[in-house]
Nanobody
Framework: QVQLVESGGGLVQPGGSLRLSCAAS????????MGWYRQPPGKQRELVAT???????NYADSMQGRFTISRDNAKNTVYLQMNSLKPEDTAVYYC?????????????????WGQGTQVTVSS
C-alpha cells in the first residue's frame, strides 16, 4: 500500500542543525496533511509541526521559530529543518501522512506513520 521512510536523524551538538526527510511511496493517489511528531525518552508522543497540501503550517509552541516544516508535493516528501537544537529536543521523530491510496480498483484513505528516526542533541 503506502510506506513512509524517514532519514536525516543523528547526533548533533547543542546549537546545531539537522534536516529530516520523509518520503511517501506506494499506490498513492493524494497525500493530504503531513507532519512530524516526536517522542522524548520516557514521555508520550507530541506534535512538532504539520503542513497541509496547500502549504499551511502549524507548530508546537516550543518549536516555533527554530523548526521549519516544508514539503515537495511532486515527491510526496515532507522535510523538517531543525535549528538551534537543544538537549531537550532529543527524541525519536516520526513522520505522519494522511494518504488516499488505491487498491483493487478502489480508493481508500488512511493515516500512516514512519518507523521513526533518532535525534540526539548532546555535547
Amino acid at each position: 500500500q503506502v510506506q513512509l521512510v524517514e532519514s536525516g536523524g543523528g547526533l548533533v551538538q547543542p546549537g546545531g542543525s539537522l534536516r529530516l526527510s520523509c518520503a511517501a511511496s506506494g499506490s498513492i493517489f493524494i497525500v493530504y496533511g503531513m507532519g512530524w511528531y516526536r517522542q522524548p525518552p520516557g514521555k508520550q508522543r507530541e506534535l512538532v509541526a504539520t503542513i497541509t497540501s496547500g502549504g499551511n503550517t502549524n507548530y508546537a509552541d516550543s518549536m516555533q521559530g527554530r523548526f521549519t516544516i516544508s514539503r515537495d508535493n511532486a515527491k510526496n516528501t515532507v522535510y523538517l529543518q531543525m535549528n538551534s537544537l537543544k538537549p531537550e529536543d532529543t527524541a525519536v521523530y516520526y513522520c505522519n501522512a494522511d494518504v488516499q491510496y488505491y487498491s483493487d480498483g478502489y480508493h481508500y484513505r488512511k493515516d500512516y506513520w514512519g518507523q521513526g528516526t533518532q535525534v540526539t542533541v548532546s555535547s
